[in-house]
């Protein structure tokens, strides 16, 4: 069926013997005047316009749209952007918690400015420009201007913009996505704090202190039983100063830390095994990136770490918040973390700064870049070396010395092999020649 322009303001004059072929209709000045109609999938649906001249125009490029295949159908037109994040976000599940947690967050932003807008009015320029002028009011004090929202979450916007105007292209309601991967923010590298020995000594130190006050203010609630009193020397419960040394040696993220439970350490192996993560909430869920591995744990800490799980059953919570075991929280955890980082002296940090840390020392006590990536759980080795590429660099600086080191050593494992087969030949020689002194033939 052709597109055809139809005039809704008259009819045909039903009086045969006039010569007037048309009369006003019911709708005479009502409304737009000019309706195209045109079939769509065998159904006919139709828009109005002002003028006969839009009408044509319009009716045209249904004409030449539908011939060359590019054409929109009216009812995939009316499809908004929130139409299109009922159907993109089911098809996440199988992501991590927080990675959901992320989207769902950054689409409250989208659905405000664009949710209700059908995808094909949405234009590349627009979009661009809001990411660009985001901001967010999380930090700022009452009466101060809201500050430019970071890198990250502007990347992240556009990450789910452009995703969700994919989807809408590959349904056909829009004929392609406006944006471009270009136009998705760059995120700027991270400053990375990587601790000190000298400075992790002092977080180690703070975390005993907190410890032991812990085991007083314990020990002041527990009633004494029957058996006997209180034992005031009873050293205290190391939960602090385990988690603290955890992180630092193992570089694994605070959510897994935390989701660690005592089965999954192999003393015998020296090993613990990532499993599970848990939430800002203490709620289980999956590792990042959906893969389980292991890290090495040995040495004095993995002593102390066999006597701090001795006794406890396997699905026990390895590193429990509290006596009586329950899971770190993220609220519970920055307190702690707050009170380590003000009686250490050490300020501007987060936890996870121990994983930086944790592979600064890895990274300096000779580990390759393959094992590093295994370590931290990175998807690949690139994405290691793209973190802490430079921390490889400052090897450049003992290179020289240890190729010095190296071409001596060839070169004193050449002259012993020359002086052995020196010596070899001597022997036989001696050999060779009898007690008189004469040569055997």
């Given at each position: 069926?052709?597109?055809?322009?139809?005039?809704?303001?008259?009819?045909?004059?039903?009086?045969?013997?006039?010569?007037?072929?048309?009369?006003?209709?019911?709708?005479?000045?009502?409304?737009?005047?000019?309706?195209?109609?045109?079939?769509?999938?065998?159904?006919?649906?139709?828009?109005?316009?002002?003028?006969?001249?839009?009408?044509?125009?319009?009716?045209?490029?249904?004409?030449?749209?539908?011939?060359?295949?590019?054409?929109?159908?009216?009812?995939?037109?009316?499809?908004?952007?929130?139409?299109?994040?009922?159907?993109?976000?089911?098809?996440?599940?199988?992501?991590?918690?927080?990675?959901?947690?992320?989207?769902?967050?950054?689409?409250?932003?989208?659905?405000?400015?664009?949710?209700?807008?059908?995808?094909?009015?949405?234009?590349?320029?627009?979009?661009?420009?809001?990411?660009?002028?985001?901001?967010?009011?999380?930090?700022?004090?009452?009466?101060?201007?809201?500050?430019?929202?970071?890198?990250?979450?502007?990347?992240?916007?556009?990450?789910?913009?452009?995703?969700?105007?994919?989807?809408?292209?590959?349904?056909?309601?829009?004929?392609?996505?406006?944006?471009?991967?270009?136009?998705?923010?760059?995120?700027?590298?991270?400053?990375?704090?990587?601790?000190?020995?000298?400075?992790?000594?002092?977080?180690?130190?703070?975390?005993?202190?907190?410890?032991?006050?812990?085991?007083?203010?314990?020990?002041?609630?527990?009633?004494?039983?029957?058996?006997?009193?209180i034992d005031e020397d009873e050293p205290a419960d190391p939960r602090i100063r385990t988690a603290v040394e955890l992180l630092v040696r193992t570089g694994v993220r605070p959510g897994e830390a935390f989701g660690f439970r005592v089965g999954?350490?192999?003393?015998?192996?020296?090993?613990?095994?990532?499993?599970?993560?848990?939430?800002?909430?203490?709620?289980?869920?999956?590792?990042?990136?959906?893969?389980?591995?292991?890290?090495?744990?040995?040495?004095?800490?993995?002593?102390?770490?066999?006597?701090?799980?001795?006794?406890?059953?396997?699905?026990?919570?390895?590193?429990?918040?509290?006596?009586?075991?329950?899971?770190w929280t993220a609220s519970r955890w920055r307190t702690v973390w707050d009170h380590l980082c003000a009686a250490s002296g050490i300020t501007g940090v987060t936890t996870y700064e121990l994983r930086h840390t944790a592979a600064s020392l890895?990274?300096?006590?000779?580990?390759?870049?393959?094992?590093?990536?295994?370590?931290?759980?990175?998807?690949?080795?690139?994405?290691?070396?793209?973190?802490?590429?430079?921390?490889?660099?400052?090897?450049?600086?003992?290179?020289?010395?240890?190729?010095?080191?190296?071409?001596?050593?060839?070169?004193?494992?050449?002259?012993?092999?020359?002086?052995?087969?020196?010596?070899?030949?001597?022997?036989?020689?001696?050999?060779?020649?009898?007690?008189?002194?004469?040569?055997?033939?």
């Open positions: 069926m052709a597109a055809s322009v139809r005039d809704l303001w008259t009819k045909k004059n039903p009086d045969k013997t006039s010569r007037t072929t048309r009369v006003h209709s019911a709708r005479w000045g009502i409304g737009k005047r000019w309706q195209v109609v045109w079939a769509e999938q065998g159904v006919p649906v139709s828009e109005t316009f002002t003028t006969r001249d839009a009408a044509e125009e319009f009716a045209a490029g249904v004409v030449v749209k539908q011939t060359e295949g590019t054409w929109i159908t009216k009812d995939k037109k009316a499809v908004t952007l929130a139409d299109m994040w009922d159907l993109w976000i089911p098809t996440k599940s199988d992501k991590a918690r927080s990675t959901r947690d992320a989207y769902r967050s950054t689409w409250k932003r989208i659905d405000k400015k664009f949710g209700a807008r059908p995808c094909h009015t949405l234009t590349r320029a627009e979009i661009s420009t809001w990411i660009a002028a985001l901001t967010t009011t999380k930090g700022v004090k009452p009466g101060e201007e809201p500050r430019p929202l970071g890198d990250a979450a502007k990347r992240l916007t556009g990450i789910v913009m452009k995703a969700l105007l994919d989807l809408a292209a590959e349904e056909r309601v829009i004929l392609h996505n406006p944006m471009k991967s270009k136009d998705l923010p760059t995120q700027k590298p991270s400053e990375r704090r990587y601790l000190t020995v000298e400075e992790v000594d002092r977080l180690f130190a703070a975390a005993d202190e907190l410890d032991k006050a812990a085991a007083d203010r314990e020990r002041e609630d527990q009633e004494p039983d029957a058996d006997g009193p999954d350490l192999s003393p015998s192996r020296g090993r613990l095994r990532v499993q599970r993560d848990v939430d800002d909430l203490g709620g289980v869920d999956t590792t990042k990136t959906h893969r389980h591995r292991d890290v090495p744990v040995g040495g004095e800490f993995l002593l102390d770490l066999e006597t701090f799980v001795e006794d406890r059953d396997r699905e026990a919570w390895l590193l429990p918040a509290t006596a009586d075991g329950h899971v890895a990274i300096h006590s000779g580990a390759n870049p393959y094992t590093v990536a295994r370590m931290l759980g990175h998807s690949d080795v690139a994405t290691t070396l793209n973190y802490y590429g430079h921390l490889w660099d400052q090897e450049l600086d003992t290179l020289p010395a240890r190729m010095d080191e190296h071409m001596a050593a060839e070169r004193a494992r050449f002259a012993a092999r020359r002086d052995r087969e020196a010596k070899k030949r001597g022997r036989r020689g001696d050999e060779d020649v009898g007690g008189d002194g004469l040569r055997a033939v």
